[in-house]
C-alpha cells in the first residue's frame, strides 16, 4: 500500500499547487486592470443606475472586498477570506443581488440537469458499445452510424431538432424555462409536474449526446480488447466466456471513466447549449448573460467555479484510477 | 513400448478471411508424442508454427476453423467433442499451452493469484481460494519463481519474469502435454536460457508428461527436445530425432534453414550463412507441386508437376521430396 500512497500524496500535491494557481490567477487577473479596478467595475456598473447613493453603497462595497487601499499580500488574504466566505460582492446585472445569490438560485439547476444526464448518458452508452463490439453483426451494423450521427451532431443541432419536433411540432413539451413561468415556486405537485416536463427535452438532449460519444469509445475499446492476447490465453486455459468478457469490459471501461470525469468536471460549459437553447435558468446561461453584461464580479465567481469544479473532478479521476488500474499506478512509479 | 500422449493425424485446419479466402495453415500435419518425450517444431516465419499450435488443442474459434484430421489425447478421440467441453475438460487441464506473446498473455488488471483461481476453477469448481492458493504457492516455489508474485499485477513484473510466471499458470493443472509456442524469442540470453531451463524442469520434475516446443531457430531445439518436426508452408517437410535432423538433415530445406540462422553453439558462433533466397508460397494459393520448389536449389521440372507424399524411411524418419534420400545425400556430398 506504500506505493499507493505515495502515488496519492503526489497527485493531492499537485491538486493543491494548481487550486494555488487558478486561485491567485483570479485574483490578480482584475488587479491588472488599468487605473482603480473598483472605479472601473463601479463605473460599468452605474451605466444602468439612476440612484446615486446606490451607486455610492456599491463602490464602497467592493473597495472594502478588494481592499485596494492595503497592500497586496492583505488583499490576498482579504481575497482568500470572501472566497471562502462565498462573498463575491453584488451582481452588476442583476443588482442589487449579490453574486453568491446569484450562482446558488441557477447552480441546482445545472446540476440537477447535467449530472443525471452524463450518467445516464454514460451508462447506457457503454452498455450499447460493449454489446455492438461482443455482438457485431446485426446490431452493431445499427448502433454504429446511429452513435456516429448522434456524437457528431453538434450540441445546438440535437437541441434544436428536439424542440422543433417536440416542442414546436407536437407541443408534447414546453419550449423553454426550468418551469412554467406563472407560477411561483413551492412544494406543490404542479410546480413538481411542471419541472419535469420542462425538464425532459433539455435532459434528453444531452443524454443522446453523451450516449453516442461513450458508445463509439466503448465500442472500439472493447473491440481493442477482445483481440488483446490475454483473451487468446485465457480461453486456450479453458476459462469460460463469461469470465473472460469481464476482463474485457472492465479494461475497457476504464478508459471510458476519464470520459465520464471529463463530463461531470466541465459540466456548467458543457450545457451551456442546451440551456441557452431551452432558456434553462442554470449556470451556463446566467455565465453567458454576465459575460454579455460585462457583470465581472459574477464572471469571475463563475470562472473560479468552473475551474475548481474541473480540478476536483480530474483529481477525483487520478485518485479514482489508481485504485482501480494497476497500470497507471506501475507507469507513475516507473 | 511407451504410452502415446497426444497424436495427430492428418490434421488440416484453415483461416476464413474477411474475403472469404480459404489459408490453408496446417495441411494434413501428422505427429506423435510419446510419454517422456518432447518434440520440437521448426519453420520459418509464417510456415504456420503457431496456427498449428492452437490447432492441435482442438477447440477452435473465428477466423481458424478445423477441416479435417484427428487429436486424439491419450486415447481419447476429441476431434467430435463438443467445443465446450473441450474447454472445460481438455484446454488448460490435459492439454496446456504458452502463447507466442507470452509477454501481453496476462490481463493487465488482475492479480497473478486471481488468474490463477479463475484456471483453477474453470476445470475443478469445488476448490477452495485456500488450497488453489497453496497449490499455486508450491508450484511456483517448485519452479523457482518467487511466491510474492502471485499478489502483482503483470505490470509489475519483468518481462523475463511474466514469461516465467506465465509458464507456471499454464503448468498449474499438471497437464499431460504442454504446448510452448516459442516461449523463449522476444527475451534476452540470460532470460532466453532460464526460460528453456524452466520448460525442460517441467518434464524433469513430472509435472507434464510431454511437450511440444516451438521455434523457428531450428539449431535451439538440438538442446532441448527429442525429436524435430520440419514445417514449411503448412506442411511437415522432415520428421525424426534432434540429433538426426540438426546434424544429418534430409531435406533441401531442413539444411538451407541450419545454414540461414546464426548458430549460438560455441564454435559455429558468428557464422551467419545467408538467408534462404526467395520467399515462401502464399497460402492462399499454394502451388501443385513441391511447396518449395520455387527456392530449392536441386529442383527439377518434376518437382513442379505434382504434390509430394511425405516418404518414411528405414530409419523411421520421414522428409518430403521426389529425390530419394540416397540421392539427396549424394548432392550433399558433392557440395563440399
Ligand atoms: N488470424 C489470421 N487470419 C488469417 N490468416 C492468418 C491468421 N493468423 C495467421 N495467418 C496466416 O497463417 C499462416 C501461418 O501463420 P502462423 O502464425 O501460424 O505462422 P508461424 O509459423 O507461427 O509464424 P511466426 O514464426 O512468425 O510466429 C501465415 O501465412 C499467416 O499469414
Ligand atoms: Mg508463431
Known amino acids: 500500500m506504500k506505493g499507493y500512497r505515495d502515488y496519492f500524496l503526489k497527485k493531492l500535491a499537485w491538486f493543491v499547487v494548481t487550486v494555488v494557481v487558478a486561485f491567485t490567477l483570479n485574483f490578480i487577473l482584475p488587479r491588472l486592470m488599468p487605473g482603480d479596478p473598483v472605479a472601473a467595475i463601479v463605473a460599468r456598473m452605474a451605466q444602468g443606475m439612476s440612484n446615486a447613493t446606490g451607486v455610492q453603497a456599491v463602490y464602497e462595497q467592493y473597495t472594502e472586498l478588494f481592499a485596494t487601499d492595503q497592500p497586496l499580500l492583505n488583499q490576498y488574504v482579504i481575497y482568500l477570506r470572501n472566497v471562502l466566505n462565498g462573498d463575491f460582492g453584488y451582481s452588476i446585472s442583476q443588482y442589487p443581488r449579490t453574486v453568491a445569490d446569484v450562482i446558488s438560485a441557477s447552480i441546482w439547476w445545472t446540476i440537477a440537469l447535467q449530472f443525471p444526464a452524463i450518467i445516464v448518458g454514460w451508462i447506457v452508452g457503454n452498455t450499447l458499445g460493449a454489446l455492438a463490439a461482443y455482438l457485431r453483426k446485426g446490431f452493431d451494423k445499427v448502433l454504429l452510424p446511429v452513435s456516429l450521427f448522434l456524437s457528431n451532431l453538434p450540441a445546438f443541432g440535437m437541441a434544436t431538432i428536439l424542440l422543433v419536433i417536440f416542442a414546436v411540432n407536437l407541443r408534447w413539451f414546453p419550449t423553454s424555462g426550468g418551469y412554467d413561468y406563472a407560477m411561483v415556486p413551492s412544494a406543490s405537485w404542479e410546480f413538481v409536474w411542471s419541472v419535469i416536463v420542462h425538464y425532459q427535452l433539455p435532459f434528453w438532449s444531452i443524454v443522446l449526446i453523451t450516449i453516442g460519444g461513450q458508445a463509439i469509445g466503448m465500442r472500439s475499446m472493447a473491440i481493442y480488447e477482445l483481440n488483446a492476447d490475454y483473451v487468446k490465453y485465457a480461453r486456450f486455459l479453458g476459462i469460460k466466456d463469461s469470465k473472460i468478457i469481464r476482463y474485457v469490459f472492465r479494461n475497457a471501461m476504464l478508459p471510458q471513466i476519464t470520459g465520464l470525469a471529463l463530463s461531470i468536471g466541465t459540466m456548467v460549459s458543457g450545457a451551456l447549449v442546451a440551456e441557452i437553447i431551452f432558456s434553462y435558468p442554470g449556470l451556463g446561461s446566467t455565465t453567458l448573460s454576465a459575460v454579455l453584461g460585462g457583470d465581472y464580479p459574477l464572471i469571475s465567481a463563475t470562472t473560479l467555479i468552473i475551474t475548481f469544479m474541473a480540478l476536483i473532478a480530474f483529481f477525483a479521476l487520478e485518485i479514482l484510477y489508481g485504485l482501480i488500474d494497476p497500470r497507471i499506478k506501475a507507469a507513475q512509479s516507473g | ?336
Open chain 2, 1 to 336: 513400448m511407451a504410452k502415446t500422449v497426444l497424436e495427430v493425424r492428418e490434421l488440416t485446419t484453415r483461416y476464413i478471411t474477411r474475403f472469404r479466402e480459404s489459408i490453408y495453415a496446417v495441411d494434413h500435419v501428422s505427429l506423435k508424442v510419446d510419454e517422456g518425450r518432447s518434440l520440437g517444431i521448426a519453420g520459418e516465419s509464417g510456415c504456420g508454427k503457431s496456427t498449428l499450435a492452437l490447432s492441435l488443442m482442438g477447440y477452435y474459434f473465428p477466423p481458424l476453423y478445423y477441416t479435417s484430421g484427428q487429436i486424439i489425447v491419450d486415447e481419447r478421440n476429441i476431434t467430435g467433442m463438443d467445443p465446450d467441453d473441450v474447454r472445460k475438460t481438455i484446454l488448460g487441464n490435459e492439454v496446456s499451452y504458452i502463447p507466442q506473446a507470452a509477454m501481453n498473455a496476462l490481463n493487465p488488471t488482475r492479480r497473478v493469484i486471481n488468474f490463477i483461481e479463475d484456471v483453477i476453477q474453470a476445470h475443478r469448481p469445488e476448490t477452495t481460494k485456500r488450497e488453489i492458493y497453496d497449490m499455486a504457492r508450491e508450484r511456483f516455489e517448485l519452479l523457482g519463481l518467487p511466491p510474492e508474485v502471485l499478489e502483482k499485477f503483470p505490470v509489475e513484473l519483468s518481462g523475463g519474469m511474466k514469461q516465467r510466471t506465465v509458464i507456471a499458470t499454464s503448468v498449474i493443472l499438471s497437464p499431460k502435454v504442454l504446448v510452448a509456442d516459442e516461449p523463449s524469442s522476444a527475451l534476452d540470453v540470460t532470460s532466453q536460457k532460464m526460460v528453456i531451463k524452466m520448460v525442460m524442469d517441467l518434464m524433469e520434475k513430472g509435472i507434464i508428461k510431454a511437450l511440444v516446443f516451438i521455434t523457428h531457430e531450428l539449431p535451439l531445439l538440438y538442446n532441448v527436445t527429442d525429436d524435430i518436426m520440419v514445417m514449411y508452408a503448412g506442411q511437415v517437410v522432415e520428421r525424426g530425432t534432434a540429433q538426426e535432423t540438426v546434424f544429418d538433415p534430409i531435406h533441401p530445406y531442413t539444411r538451407a534453414l541450419m545454414g540461414s540462422i546464426i548458430v549460438p553453439e560455441a564454435g559455429l558462433r558468428g557464422v551467419k550463412l545467408a538467408a534462404i533466397p526467395g520467399t515462401p508460397p502464399n497460402l492462399k494459393r499454394p502451388p501443385s507441386g513441391c511447396r518449395f520448389a520455387e527456392r530449392c536449389k536441386y529442383a527439377m521440372p518434376e518437382c513442379r508437376a505434382a504434390s509430394v507424399d511425405l516418404h518414411e524411411t528405414k530409419a523411421g524418419r520421414a522428409y518430403r521430396c521426389i529425390i530419394p534420400e540416397e540421392d539427396l545425400r549424394r548432392l550433399y556430398k558433392n557440395e563440399q
